[in-house]
């Protein structure tokens, strides 16, 4: 799709892209990008000879395409792997990640060489910095810099490194002035063990809401993630005690993790909970048939964005949005926004969301309004400034996750007053002031009269920096 929604025709035809391929060093045959393309092969090499030719920043596609293997798990695909480095090319991998601001795509090419079979890479007590700084980095990255990191640290997270991930990502977690930490969560969870699935059963007792919506998607990202062999009674005496103990708001989070547990544990615990489990936003219903009107919404707005960029109707972008945008789960919903936004039509796509957000539909309004917020491309800044000046609390919401993602500035007058209010929407300000390196960070941190929490939050962000964009 990247090849031909590019507005050069140099390679509209295989055979002119394995012409413009050799001009950068790079030798195949037609048959081989015919595998590529068809997704019966992959190879690094080859995504990132791809993203040469069409002019796309380093990982544009090699970032989504390596989710799409490790969430849907590779079946009869043929793997091309990169030999096992040599000492050469290993210390100038290190190198590359040890300089003041790393890219993204040398993060990627640490992960290959850490976790790649029989390479034994660094020992703990040199790995463990390189893993804080990485994971740290990845919490405030955004777009192609946040795909690339993600896909460092799942990979760092199913290799012989797992443990000192987790245990990284738990430092993080304690720490009580910590401002970002849900996409380290779901990587811990790619690799489902026991030692985790405990661990998310203390955070559903937390006080705080953020770090019991982190152990929530944690579960999630474990169902989805394999974790069916998991002993899942680790889970029913913390999860019982938190439903039942807890504030609506709780409950409101345990609801949408006790709908993907197992079937055998959802029936387990429910005898034993004292109040009925929340309803959470899904649509009509899940198939696509004609009387289901929220996918067909999806197909017309799927069919809008091919004419636009002169593609055939592409009955995958139609599923990518219905999940985007009605799915309550996390993994399933997160995904979709995570391959939506690889994209490279993201204006055209814009248009067709943002219209999608008007609608007078709750579910598809509000569910519009968040896929945007995981989107958060350059496109959408303008409502973003629009929504953040509303009363609507997911307009507002999504909003500052978008002015947090993609502005340079944000709306200061506003922002002095939503940094006040209670959660969620005055730690998501805070987070877009953090994120823009807005001088109101400054001015937080410094200032005696404002509430505890609200300093230390601009304390971290003076500590930890902005936003991560390359």
Known sequence: MARLAHPSSLARQQRDMVERLAEVGISTSVSSLSRLEAGQRVSNELLEGYETVLGLRAGTLRGPIDALLRTHGEGPIERRRPEPPTLEEWSACHDRVSVSEPKGIDWLHFADMMAAPGVLGLPTDLAGPKIERLTRELSRSVQVAHRLRYEAVAQLRCSQYAGLVLDVIRQIVDDPGTQVFYDLMSAAAERPTAALLSWCGELLSRDEPHVVRGGVIALECMRQSGGGALDWELIHRPFVAAFNDGEHWRRALLSHAFRVLPPRVRAELLPRLKYPIEQVRQPMDWTPSRRNLHYNLCVELSREVTQRVGLDPQPILARLLFEAIYDFRETR??????????????????????????????????????????????????????????????????????????????????????????????????????????????????????????????????????????
Not at 389 to 407: F, K, S
Not at 433 to 445: E, I, N, Q, T
């Open 333 to 470: 919903r997160g995904n979709a926004i995570y391959f939506l936004a690889a994209l490279p039509f993201q204006e055209v796509l814009a248009d067709a969301m943002l219209k999608a957000s008007t609608s007078e539909d709750d579910p598809t309004r509000q569910g519009s309004m968040e896929a945007i917020a995981g989107l958060s491309d350059q496109s959408y800044v303008d409502a973003a400034r629009a929504w953040v000046r509303t009363e609507d609390p997911a307009a507002r919401g999504a909003g500052l996750v978008v002015l947090a993602h993609a502005a340079d500035h944000i709306v200061p007058e506003r922002m002095r007053e939503l940094v006040m209010q209670p959660y969620p929407i005055g730690r998501l300000a805070m987070y877009a002031v953090g994120m823009c390196g807005d001088p109101l960070v400054v001015d937080y941190a410094l200032d005696p009269q404002v509430p505890a929490e609200v300093r230390q939050a601009a304390r971290w962000w003076l500590a930890n920096g902005s936003r991560v964009t390359d």
